[in-house]
């Protein structure tokens, strides 16, 4: 496992929510973690949505000053710093969408580069637009890196239709996602769903991260749902 785990992808992609089970599932094995927002492009749902849960697990939380208020502005946090400075920590980035996102990383890729102890997973939903097919995905991909001056190392496979995902849907999206690998020459690294539709999943060659939404997916039919 590497010490710094980023992770991007395009607009919708569920990359803020996987980036936040992730800092729980490190913490939950008793590892120091801290998790960095440099999303400076979505004021809407962010790291920071979290943040109780977050402290209240014993997780760093490093977000934008403005994060979640009416003044939020694009600005990187002041103690970006921390994560390549403070190397006794696990550190998870959850990164801007797309190129014009990625490029709040540039400021950290010389020293993240240096250190050379990261993943970089880039994030995919087929079924979300402009990412419906493995080209797609893969054109996504190449910008982000170019902008944010880091390869990507994996791929995550989220495809998902919000709460009426079923176990098919996520299978079906699969072809596609080896398709990608095919053409990037990245590895698979997970596949995500839901903790129940994860439960239905059939055991594969590729291991499945179960998620817990963020509390801003809830509304008050999504709550009903997800308690049945």
Not at 57 to 63: K, V
Not at 108 to 118: R, S, Y
Not at 127 to 138: F, I, K, M, N, S
Request: hydrophobic content about 40%; charged content about 25%; proline content about 5%.
């Amino acid at each position: 496992m590497k010490r710094i785990t980023l992770f991007a992808g395009h607009y919708g992609s569920g990359k803020t929510n996987i980036a936040v089970n992730f800092a729980f599932y490190l913490r939950k094995k008793g590892l120091p973690v801290i998790i960095a927002d440099l999303d400076i492009v979505n004021p809407y749902f962010r790291t920071a949505d979290s943040r109780n849960e977050l402290q209240e697990a014993g997780i760093e939380l490093i977000a934008p000053e403005f994060a979640n208020t009416n003044l939020d502005i694009p600005a990187l946090p002041k103690e970006l710093y921390r994560v390549t400075a403070e190397k006794d920590k696990h550190v998870v980035l959850d990164i801007g969408g797309d190129d014009s996102g990625a490029v709040a990383l540039g400021r950290l890729t010389p020293d993240i580069l240096k250190e050379n102890d990261f993943d970089m997973l880039f994030v995919e939903n087929l079924y979300r637009p402009l990412t419906r097919t493995a080209e797609e995905c893969l054109a996504v991909m190449r910008e982000i890196e170019a902008a944010g001056g880091l390869p990507f190392t994996g791929i995550v496979n989220n495809s998902n239709i919000g709460w009426d995902t079923t176990p098919g849907d996520i299978e079906a999206a699969y072809k596609e996602t080896k398709r990608l690998s095919e053409l990037s020459g990245l590895p698979i690294a997970a596949i995500t769903a839901e903790e129940k539709v994860a439960g239905a999943l059939t055991g594969g060659e590729i291991p499945v991260f179960p998620l817990r939404l963020q509390s801003k997916y809830f509304d008050i039919k999504g709550i009903e749902k997800w308690q049945k």
